[in-house]
């Protein structure tokens, strides 16, 4: 099934998505972008590609029934939509992945079978050990480039969708670790650069494995502990009464799509599981301090993790500052 969003009365023919003007179409980066999963991140990316000119026509995919379809299609975020992923594909010059990852090794499927040799295609997962694999096994004639926009929201769904989502963001790209087969192969990473970039991104080229190092300890290890906390006062359930901003603000992540973060942790999981083992020895660490009472010791461990938050901060404060500045 297809549909595609009514024009609105008087729209002239030679209009296009995004507001460019008839005599910018040729600077259009794309002319056809398929956003394969619709929900937050892919609604989101659609609405900023059109806001930035930098799609002549954004086909959104999903499963049949999917009111993420109609939603993302009222709001904007697509000019059409498809339930048959072949027929969506199909003439694209750019797919991007948004489901969650465990569909991801189907969708590569029909990609490799239904688009067009030439058409990059890239992902928003936020593991790239499994999705580079998967990639290289299931389209290894076809141009896959990794990314994982580090934006987000504990929210989920195209109804929470906003094309300024990803402005001041990091991407992190990560290149297919040897050529790919086929012609046309230069300067295919340096094109999802610029896509990420378009939409108002800082991005970092990265390797697939220090990638998920690196999300296990800043995102997927918090997520994991956000959970525990919440399940934590299942020991005092009459306490949750009482939980106001810090308790909440620590947690907020918790009420994330568990779908998703089921597909995140299995992703990532080895990777986790060593990581939780380091933290296991860390809380011991802490809890030995306590009981010997060593109040220095303490402070000093405190006194520790404030500096680097701070710095942190700073540091994040300086990039949003720089992203304003720029836009």
């Known amino acids: 099934m297809s549909q595609s ?14 507001g460019a003007r008839p005599d910018e179409q040729s600077r259009i980066p794309f002319e056809h972008v398929a956003i394969i999963g619709v929900g937050l991140l892919g609604a ?20 049949m029934g999917s009111e993420s379809l109609d939603i ?5 975020a697509v000019d059409d939509i498809s339930t048959d992923a072949a027929v969506g594909v199909r003439g ?16 590569m499927d029909i990609v490799a079978e239904a688009a067009s040799p030439e058409c990059i295609t890239t992902d928003v997962g936020s593991t790239k050990s499994d999705v580079m694999a998967m990639a290289r096994t299931r389209m290894p004639a076809r141009r896959f480039v990794g990314s994982h926009p580090m934006a ?5 769904g195209p109804g929470y969708a906003r ?21 046309a192969r230069d300067g295919t990473t340096d094109r999802i650069i610029q896509l990420w970039q378009a939409v108002g991104m800082r991005t970092q080229i990265i390797d697939a494995a220090e990638h ?11 997520h994991a502990l956000a959970a525990i906390m919440v399940n934590f006062t299942d020991e005092l359930p009459a306490a949750r009464a009482a939980a106001a901003g810090g308790f909440l603000d620590t947690t907020r992540v918790a009420s994330g799509s568990v779908e998703m973060w089921t597909d995140i942790f299995m992703s990532n ?4 599981s060593d990581q939780l083992l380091h933290l296991r020895d860390d809380l011991l660490e802490l809890s030995n301090m306590l009981k010997a009472g060593d109040a220095g010791a303490v402070h000093e461990w405190l006194a520790r993790a404030k500096k680097t938050r701070d710095q942190m901060v700073a540091i994040g404060r300086r990039a949003d500052e720089s992203a304003d500045k720029s836009a």
């Open 44 to 63: 989101s990316l659609g609405m900023a590609l059109r806001e930035h000119g930098m799609a002549r026509r954004v086909t959104g995919i999903g499963r």
């Open 212 to 222: 998920d190092r690196w999300v296990g300890v800043i995102s997927h290890i918090p």
């Open 163 to 183: 094309p300024d989502l990803y402005h001041g963001a990091l991407c992190l790209v990560v290149p297919p670790d040897a050529p790919q087969a086929g012609p």
């Open 72 to 76: 993302a299609l009222r709001r904007g």
């Open 92 to 107: 694209a010059d750019l797919i991007v992945l948004a489901t969650n990852i465990s569909a991801f090794g189907p969708m």
């Open 269 to 272: 999981r080895a990777i986790m």
């Open 152 to 156: 987000g929201s504990e929210k989920s």
């Open 5 to 18: 969003r009514p024009k609105q009365g008087g729209q002239s023919s030679t209009e296009v998505p995004g």
